[in-house]
């Protein structure tokens, strides 16, 4: 069973750093694309970034290019999300995600996590 | 910028079938696949389409997914209405590396 478990969400001032994780379980991590989607409050889906499966290539979203950086430890089947000078319009539910192809921009999210919650606030 | 553009919200009756609508603001639809997630409330996605039109295990094939060259448009057609389609439905496809999805269709089925 894909298990897909995200961690290091809380509530930060803005400006501030934060880091999040996924730990993944139940599929050979290192054959797949992984990605970062965030829902604001009431809002929509919104990508943040997606890597592939050896880190060779790495996709942002304008609100958050330099400001954000994802990466991966095939070796501890793992996920990051460095999030840096964080602002309000930050704050949202962080999904990690399972792709079904090994490079982002081909085919499509195949499992979610159950998501962590950023808040961006004095 | 590349956007997708989908209905605010769609109802229809249970047992009935139901179309969304997921268009492109430029270029070909066609020129990557579209995919479809279920969001029910209080709940993660869940994917229902992948590929522009195939369905993960376990999706009922009450779930279709198409493309229309013509209009530009992908859409998701869900036959046989059940009260548990009831979600907000989003389309996400791709604008060059990056990954872009529709603003989402609240489903009521009453």
């Known amino acids: 069973e894909v298990q897909l478990v995200e961690s290091g969400g809380g509530l930060v001032q803005p400006g501030r750093s934060l880091r999040l994780s996924c730990a993944a379980s139940?599929?050979?991590?290192?054959?797949?694309?992984m990605h970062w989607v965030r829902q604001a409050p009431g809002k929509g889906l919104e990508w943040v970034s997606g890597?592939?499966?050896?880190?060779?290539?790495?996709g942002y979203a304008d609100s958050v290019k330099g400001r954000f950086t994802i990466s991966r430890d095939n070796a501890k089947n793992s996920l990051y999300l460095q999030m840096n000078s964080l602002r309000a319009e930050d704050t949202a539910l962080y999904y990690c995600?399972?792709?079904?192809?090994?490079?982002?921009?081909?085919?499509?999210?195949?499992?979610w996590g159950q998501g962590t919650l950023v808040t961006v606030s004095s | 910028n590349f956007m997708l553009t989908q209905p605010h919200s769609v109802s229809e009756s249970p047992g009935k079938t139901v179309t969304i609508s997921c268009t492109g603001s430029s270029g070909s639809i066609a020129s990557n696949y579209v995919q479809w997630y279920q969001q029910r409330p209080g709940s993660a996605p869940t994917t229902v389409i992948y590929e522009d039109n195939q369905r993960p295990s376990g999706v009922p094939d009450r779930f279709s997914g198409s493309i229309d060259s013509s209009s530009n448009s992908a859409s998701l057609t869900i036959s046989g209405l059940k009260t548990e389609d009831e979600a907000d439905y989003y389309c996400q496809s791709y604008d060059s590396s990056n990954a872009v999805f529709g603003g989402g269709t609240q489903l009521t089925v009453l």
């Open positions: 995600a399972k792709d079904y192809g090994d490079i982002v921009a081909t085919i499509g999210i195949h499992y």
């Open positions: 139940g599929f050979t991590f290192d054959d797949y694309a």
């Open positions: 890597i592939s499966w050896n880190s060779g290539s790495i």
